[in-house]
């Protein structure tokens, strides 16, 4: 699936960010956020959502398929989760070895 969109590389986007670069709402996002279980932002100190590039790459997904391809909810859901591919590491997973590389990088700088 090419959508031709430039996803910036950062590292968190916040909810504004995401809703201006694939043109849904704050209030989309977040309703997605609780029928999918793969889009899950981490939450600031302050609370505010910060979605990682991978949480913007399925919202892109999502978004395809609710709004070209009139996928249901339900049937999105399918569809995404045959489409993961087996190699592919789960959201967690990945958010886990990002923290434990900037974590070894912080301790490296303080020795």
Known sequence: MSTGLEIPDKR???IGEVSALI????YVLRYWENEFASIRPVR????QRLYRKIDVETVVKIKHLLYEKKFTIAGAKKEL???TKPHEKPADQ????????DLLSIKNILR
């Open 23 to 26: 043109e849904v709402e704050p």
């Open 81 to 83: 989760r045959s489409s």
């Open 12 to 14: 968190y986007f916040k």
């Open 94 to 101: 990945v958010s886990l070895e990002e923290i434990k590389s």
């Open 44 to 47: 600031a100190p302050n609370g």
